[in-house]
T-cell receptor, first 111, second 114 residues
Framework: SQQGEEDPQALSIQEGENATMNCSYK?????LQWYRQNSGRGLVHLIL?????REKHSGRLRVTLDTSKKSSSLLITASRAADTASYFC???????????FGTGTRLTVIP | SAVISQKPSRDICQRGTSLTIQCQVD?????MFWYRQQPGQSLTLIAT?????????ESGFVIDKFPISRPNLTFSTLTVSNMSPEDSSIYLC???????????FGPGTRLTVL
């Protein structure tokens, strides 16, 4: 079952621009994880942010978490054509072990 | 991070047959999971593979349709039984070393049922 939703469903930007994707979820969480999936292939783990953290960085990625609003955002700066992929957020609910996925955002970066 | 391999990487099967997917991890992991990703959709958790005991299935998934084995801490299998075209999906094995750590995914098995 899906824990949440992502917004927008699809995003198209020019190379060099920043891309922001948002994720909303429904219940209290232990942590939230972001993944990238190139067309029809496996998932690449991007970043994990814990419920007591508000912001994390990894290279060109910046993730924020607002537990009061039950939402997270993924910012990709200075986008590249190779960033074209689907991006998913996923959460581990408090007191549970399972990781549930959002609906995903399809990002297209135009060269 | 764990290195996860799956076999087969893809298969085309006939309706009514069964396919067993293998998942091998290069290190012992506490938690193993099986997910399904239908075309154009997000990932849905099928079950948690428990070592030495029956798998724990999510709502909408049953053992008769998706029997799972996990004989040790590095290996698991998922069988898709009595397949129909609606079972055409990518099936992904996933592992986590603890409840609070990153979860990693295998490359997936792309199944097409004719």
């Amino acid at each position: 079952s899906q824990q949440g939703e992502e917004d927008p469903q699809a995003l198209s930007i020019q190379e060099g621009e920043n891309a922001t994707m948002n994720c909303s979820y429904k219940t209290s969480i232990n942590n939230l994880q972001w993944y990238r999936q190139n067309s029809g292939r496996g998932l690449v783990h991007l970043i994990l942010i814990r419920s007591n953290e508000r912001e994390k960085h990894s290279g060109r990625l910046r993730v924020t978490l607002d537990t009061s609003k039950k939402s997270s955002s993924l910012l990709i700066t200075a986008s590249r054509a190779a960033d074209t992929a689907s991006y998913f957020c996923a959460t581990v609910q408090t007191g549970a072990n399972n990781l549930f996925f959002g609906t995903g955002t399809r990002l297209t970066v135009i060269p | 991070s764990a290195v996860i391999s799956q076999k087969p990487s893809r298969d085309i099967c006939q309706r009514g047959t069964s396919l067993t997917i293998q998942c091998q991890v290069d290190s012992q992991v506490t938690m193993m999971f099986w997910y399904r990703q239908q075309p154009g959709q997000s990932l849905t958790l099928i079950a948690t593979a428990n070592q030495g005991s029956e798998a724990t299935y999510e709502s909408g998934f049953v053992i008769d349709k998706f029997p799972i084995s996990r004989p040790n801490l590095t290996f698991s299998t998922l069988t898709v039984s009595n397949m129909s075209p609606e079972d055409s999906s990518i099936y992904l094995c996933s592992v986590r070393t603890s409840a609070y750590n990153e979860q990693f995914f295998g490359p997936g098995t792309r199944l097409t049922v004719l």
